[in-house]
C-alpha cells in the first residue's frame, strides 16, 4: 500500500495513518491505522504535529458523517451586530498592519495607546463576552494571516483578562502584549511561513526563530516588559517543552503563559476546508485532558470555565443527534454540562459515550 506525508492543516476525517504519531518529548498521541476524524485532527493541532504519514487516498474510510451546517453560525451571520463587528475588525486590522508595518520599517515607537483603542472600538461593538467569542468564530477563514491569528489572540486575551480581575493597566497590556506577541513572524521569508507542503527541520528552526526575532525589534522600545516577554516566551510550554529556551512555569513570564492559551485556542478553532468553525466543547475537552501539564492550571481553568459559562442556556446537539439546553455545568467536567433533551436531563458526565457535536 503507498504511503504518502500529508500536512495537518490538509488533512481531511476518513483517511488513515499510516504511522504512530509522537508529540515532540516522544509521547504517543496516534496508533498506526487509525481512521482520522474531526476530533483526531484538532488533537494533531492541539500537539502542534504539522504533517503525518497517511495511506494514499483510495483508502480513504467514507463513513465518517461529522460534516454539518452550522445554523448556529449562519444565523449569526446574518445578523446587523455581526455586520457592524466585521466593519470594525476589518478597519483595526489595516490600521495594525500599517502600525506594524511602520515598526518594522521605520523603526518607530510602539504607539500602544493607539493599538488598545483600535482594538477597544471591536470590543464595544459586542455587548458580552459571548458575543465577542461567537463574532470571532464566524470570522474565521481557511488562510488566517499573522495579523488576523494576532487580533483574535488580542481580543481573546482582553476576556481572559476580565475573567481574571486584571486591572485596567493590566488590561491593555495583555491585549498588546497579544497583538504584538508573532511580530517576528513578520521577518519570516513568505515563501517559508506560505509553504503548501512540509516544512525541512531547517525551515522550521527559521519559523521558531519568529520568538527572538519579536522580542530583537521590541527590546529597545519604550514599551511594558510583559510585552517583550511575551514575544519571546509565547512557545514555551510549563513542563519544559517548548522553545526557544525550553524553561519550565515559573520561568516564564505570566502574560506569556495566557497568550500561548489565547495562541492554542486560536489555532484550534479555525475553519478547516471541510467543514465551519470547531464546536467549543472540542477544545475544552482537550484541554481539559491534556492541557494542564503545558499550560498554567489557573488561567486554564479560569478560561474553560469563562468559555463554558458563556454557553449555558446555548443549544446543542449531541452525537447521537439528539438535541437540547446546557442547563447545569458540571465544574469538574467541563465540556460535558447536564443538557435537557424535551423532559429529559442528560448527564453527559455519566454518558461518557454522549458529547456535544455542534452548538445550534
Ligand atoms: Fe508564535
Known amino acids: 500500500m503507498n504511503i504518502i506525508k500529508t500536512l495537518t492543516s490538509q488533512a481531511i476525517p476518513g483517511m488513515i495513518v499510516a504511522e504512530d504519531i509522537y508529540t515532540k518529548d516522544h ?17 494533531l493541532k492541539f500537539y502542534s504535529i504539522t504533517d503525518f504519514y497517511i495511506y494514499c ?5 467514507k463513513e465518517e458523517t461529522e460534516y454539518f451546517e452550522n445554523t448556529f453560525y449562519t444565523e449569526i451571520k446574518k445578523s446587523e451586530s455581526f455586520r457592524r463587528f466585521h466593519i470594525a475588525y476589518q478597519n483595526t486590522l489595516n490600521d495594525l498592519k500599517s502600525s506594524i508595518e ?10 500602544t495607546d493607539k493599538l488598545f483603542s483600535d482594538v477597544s472600538k471591536i470590543i464595544y461593538q459586542c ?10 468564530h464566524c470570522m474565521r477563514q481557511y488562510d488566517d494571516t499573522t495579523y488576523i491569528h494576532s487580533l483574535n489572540v488580542a481580543l481573546i486575551c482582553n476576556i481572559m483578562g476580565k475573567w481574571l480581575d486584571f486591572s485596567p493597566e493590566d488590561l491593555e497590556v495583555i491585549t498588546i502584549s497579544g497583538l504584538l506577541h508573532d511580530l517576528g513572524k513578520i ?5 517559508i511561513i506560505k509553504k503548501p507542503a512540509k516544512l525541512t527541520d531547517e525551515e522550521f528552526s527559521v519559523v521558531k526563530t519568529h520568538t527572538l526575532r519579536g522580542y530583537r525589534l521590541l527590546s529597545e522600545k519604550d514599551i511594558d516588559e510583559r510585552i517583550k516577554n511575551s514575544a519571546l516566551m509565547h512557545h514555551e510550554r510549563c513542563d519544559g517543552s517548548g522553545y526557544p529556551n525550553g524553561l519550565i512555569s515559573h520561568e516564564i513570564d505570566p502574560f506569556a503563559k495566557l497568550i500561548a492559551i489565547a495562541d492554542v485556542y486560536d489555532a484550534m478553532t479555525c475553519a478547516r476546508v471541510y467543514r465551519g468553525p470547531l464546536c467549543p466543547f472540542e477544545v475544552i475537552n482537550l484541554f481539559e485532558t491534556e492541557g494542564y501539564l503545558k499550560y498554567d492550571t489557573k488561567y486554564i481553568l479560569t478560561f474553560l470555565e469563562g468559555i463554558v459559562q458563556t454557553y449555558i442556556h446555548n443549544n446543542v446537539r449531541l452525537n447521537n443527534k439528539m438535541e437540547g439546553e446546557i442547563v447545569l ?28 457535536e455542534a452548538l445550534i
Open 27 to 43: 509521547y504517543l498521541i496516534i496508533a498506526k491505522d487509525t481512521v482520522l476524524t474531526d476530533k483526531i485532527i484538532t488533537r
Open 57 to 61: 487516498e483510495d483508502n480513504l474510510v
Open 102 to 111: 511602520d515598526l518594522i520599517n521605520n523603526n518607530n515607537k510602539v504607539d
Open 127 to 136: 455587548n458580552t463576552n459571548i458575543e465577542l467569542f461567537n463574532m470571532l
Open 187 to 191: 521577518l519570516i521569508p513568505e515563501d
Open 329 to 356: 455545568i458540571n465544574k469538574f467536567d467541563l465540556s460535558r454540562p447536564v443538557i435537557m433533551c424535551g423532559d429529559q436531563f442528560i448527564d453527559l458526565s455519566k454518558h461518557r459515550d454522549l458529547y456535544i
